[in-house]
């Protein structure tokens, strides 16, 4: 029998505390819902139980959102239970939505076993850095100080003044300009530019919090381009 909290944070809605009757340390970190309908399973180690877990997570978070695929993080995830791996990943295959499986030079034992079950049976693309026995689908190269941070919190912003991260070299790839339309009147205006008959503007939204984790954002993108792709025809 699992137990669930559920707290909302930046725009996740994740499972907290998710906890097998008996025991204080649950398999499955987290589990959330990215950008509305990716779902997000964290994993600490392959255990037994796991699988129950996974399963519990996914029926909570497919009740009240439109899930169009997975992403298993398995970075530093370890374990040595196989016939673990093994049931998990016989709960993925039967599975028809895209899966993305991130894992770095932390994924180890059965976790690792389990990345490499997955990707040779077709079930899913490997992300992130490479294990120890195996080289990732798409490789994305991340600290791993860095992404211990980003197990915490996706949308973390990095450290001002930090120019190095993978997360600020992430940020100035994809730089646009949010200058709003309220901005660029308030500009006329104090230049003496304001038009007579200029409609009042809209209030400014808030920006929307946006994943800062390198491995996860390409999961998350990989995700909603497969299922685009898998949309039935006609």
Known sequence: ??????ILSAGLLMICGSLRAGTTNAALAKAAVLENNVAYLRVSQV???LAAEIQSAQTALAATNKIIGTVLDLRFADGDDLAAAKTVAGLF???KLPLAILVNG????AA???SATLREAGDGLVLGGATAEL???IAVSVPMAEERKFLENPYAAPPP?????????RNLATFIDHTSEADLVRERVKDGEQDEDLAPTR???PPKPYIRDPVLARAVDLIKALAVLHQPHG
Do not use: I
Request: hydrophobic share 35%.
């Open 106 to 109: 932390g994924t180890l034992g």
């Open 203 to 205: 209030p400014v939204e």
């Open 135 to 137: 080289k990732p689908d």
């Open 1 to 6: 029998m699992t137990r669930h909290s559920f």
């Open 161 to 169: 003044g930090d120019t190095n991260s993978a997360a600020t070299n």
């Open 112 to 114: 690792a076993a389990l």
């Open 47 to 49: 255990a037994d139980g």
């Open 93 to 95: 295959a039967a599975k």
